[in-house]
């Protein structure tokens, strides 16, 4: 249980971090902004709308940037959690007290999810709080919004454990703080191209340039990577638990795997994947 | 029972020279042990291999009775570090440092007494990247006293310490061997170990050139001097007859000035030997060698 111990002095470590808060700050108010901006105009432009919907659009708007804020903050805190440890010393100092090398990992992951937790839950609250206040009180009390909320704050959590898992391992698998660093722009990035990526594959594989089609090889393609089998996974939950129309990607597609089930799996491997190469490259590496 | 124990202990890094070559050593429970030797001579590396931060290519290592590979948590957990090349972390107090220790190894130190131990105690609430590089490696000193440690592994505990800090390590290595904590004590300066140490050895190039006390080196030391003689007329034949007495070594002349090493009993022999031969002998001074030759000596020279 050793982890323990590295986990909270990692905890304490990150979260003194100036940077951290700075951008926890920035990424807050734009969740504030955002809520207001939301339960302000519905309120006004759209009164008819049913306080569950309403409810639901504002969890949404919401949540998107606190998502990408996890996904940055994860990358900025933890792609040197390891490797910037190894280069500088401090790895001296922590494993030269009765830790393994996977009670370091560990630690480092729960340490730093939690960090992150810390604003991206008090975002979540503060931006819906707000939002709601201003739709009205009969958007807090419908039971939709409330149990869609608490989905979120999971979502988060799981989304917040796929990042920092990632970002964690990618910092156990390279030798140097600058391959962190290009692994993980080289992951953002290439999750922000994807869909242009698969649109030059579709045009030349299918043979034409009606990119609104959708071939069914592409939904695997589509959910390789963590977000859009993240979002597919949550899509495919929320509407299990709400009448919204959430539907799926997978919902066109006959193929299969097609299945929000397929998104799931790659979403766990994205989890364990990468930490257990980068904990093989530790456990066996001289420090 | 030994508290350190190595049997032909090799190290390779990949695509570089041997850093350790079958090194045998053997630290008794309760020793303070110098290990002495320039920089890169395998030092860090040995004590790299007892924590496990790197895996031997081949011997073994055996540390408090574990295996310092297969059971290296356990070794740790009854060993205090102060590693060499390490950096604290800087959003942290000393108190939180000496917590986490605290925490880790999960005893009941209380924090303040340890840093008191090692003279942080203004500094308790401070956060360590304001720290001086002296006052980092009485925290990181701290932290290795942290439990009580069977044995405590210092690498190069006087790097950036002035003079007071070194005279503290030294008073903390007295009190903690008084206990009956095993000490081992890297470093590149000998008279660092001079003062405390029971036993030094002494590492070149990857190999352990001498294991010894103190006064073993002492008295290697003092059986040999430097003798100089001022003489005119010294002749081949001359330096020759000097040469194959016994207890003589490294004879030779230049500018009227012949020097040679010599054993305690043999220096008028060397000076009569002369005159017989002819020479005319004006002066001859003699120097004993000292602890940091003998050890310049082992070492090649080098600091």
Not at chain 1, 122 to 145: E, K, M, Q, R, Y
Not at chain 1, 201 to 224: K, V
Not at chain 2, 95 to 120: C, M, N, Q, T, Y
Not at chain 2, 133 to 152: E, I
């Amino acid at each position: 249980m050793s982890w323990v111990a590295v986990a909270r002095k990692d905890f304490r470590d990150a979260i003194r971090s100036r940077m951290f808060w700075a951008l926890a700050i920035v990424f807050g108010l734009l969740s504030i902004g955002i809520g207001g901006a939301y339960g302000y105009f519905t309120d006004e432009l759209a009164r008819s709308v049913p306080a569950n919907e309403a409810g639901i659009g504002l969890v949404f708007f919401v949540q998107s940037p606190i998502t990408i804020f996890i996904m940055f903050i994860s990358a900025i805190i933890c792609h040197k959690s390891i490797v910037g440890e190894w280069e500088q010393g401090s790895l001296k100092l922590l494993l030269s007290l009765p830790h393994t090398r996977s009670d370091v990992i560990l630690g480092k992951i729960v340490g730093r999810a939690g960090v992150i937790s810390v604003p991206a839950i008090g975002s979540l609250v503060l931006g819906l709080g707000l939002g709601a206040a201003l739709l009205g009180g009969s958007v807090l009390t419908s039971v939709d919004f409330l149990a869609v909320a608490a989905g979120f704050l999971v979502a988060i959590l799981v989304y917040i454990a796929l990042y920092v898992s990632i970002f964690v391992g990618v910092s156990a698998i390279t030798r140097s703080s600058s391959l962190a660093v290009a692994g993980s722009v080289a992951l953002i990035v290439l999750q922000f191209f994807w869909s242009i990526i698969l649109s030059i594959l579709f045009i030349l594989l299918e043979s034409t340039f009606d990119i609104s089609g959708n071939a069914d090889w592409m939904y695997l393609l589509r959910m390789l990577m963590p977000n859009t089998a993240f979002n597919e996974v949550l899509n495919a939950s929320l509407s299990a638990m709400t009448e919204w129309p959430l539907s799926a990607n997978a919902g066109d597609i006959d193929a299969v795997y097609a299945s929000p089930w397929v998104a799931a799996v790659i979403l766990v491997l994205w989890i364990v994947v990468p930490v257990a190469i980068g904990y093989w490259r530790f456990e066996s590496a001289d420090l | 029972m030994a508290a350190i124990e190595l049997n032909g202990l090799s190290k390779q890094y990949s695509g570089s020279v041997m850093a350790l070559r079958g090194v045998d050593l053997r630290v008794n429970k309760g020793e303070v042990f110098g290990f002495l030797g320039p920089n890169g001579a395998g030092k860090s590396t040995t004590i790299n291999i007892l924590l496990d931060f790197v895996r031997p290519t081949s011997g073994t290592a055996n540390v408090l009775g574990f295996d310092a590979q297969a059971d290296s948590q356990e070794v740790r957990r009854r060993t205090g570090v102060l590693p060499e090349g390490y950096k604290v972390y800087d959003r942290l107090t000393a108190r939180h440092h000496i917590e986490f220790v605290v925490e880790s190894k999960d005893v009941d130190d209380d924090p303040e007494a340890i840093l008191e131990r090692v003279g942080l105690a203004d500094a308790t609430d401070r956060k360590a990247g304001d720290f001086s590089k002296g006052m980092k490696q009485r925290l990181t000193l701290g932290m290795a006293l942290v439990g009580d440690p069977d044995l405590l592994i210092l690498d190069e505990p006087s790097t950036g310490l002035d003079p007071s800090g070194v005279q503290d390590v030294r008073q903390i290595v007295n009190e903690e061997s008084d206990r009956g904590t095993t000490v081992f004590f890297s470093s590149h300066i000998l008279s660092q170990v001079e003062a405390v140490c029971d036993r030094v050895g002494i590492l070149r190039e990857g190999e352990l050139v001498a294991v010894d006390t103190i006064e073993g080196l002492r008295d290697a030391a003092g059986t040999q001097a430097t003798l100089r003689v001022t003489a005119d007329g010294v002749t081949d034949e001359a330096i020759d007859a000097v040469q194959s007495l016994s207890g003589v070594s490294n004879a030779s002349f230049s500018d009227s000035l012949l020097t040679a090493s010599v054993e305690d009993g043999a220096k008028m022999q060397v000076v009569t030997t002369l005159e017989e031969s002819g020479a005319s002998v004006s002066d001859f001074e003699t120097e004993e060698a000292s602890l940091e030759e003998l050890f310049m000596a082992y070492t090649g020279g080098e600091q």
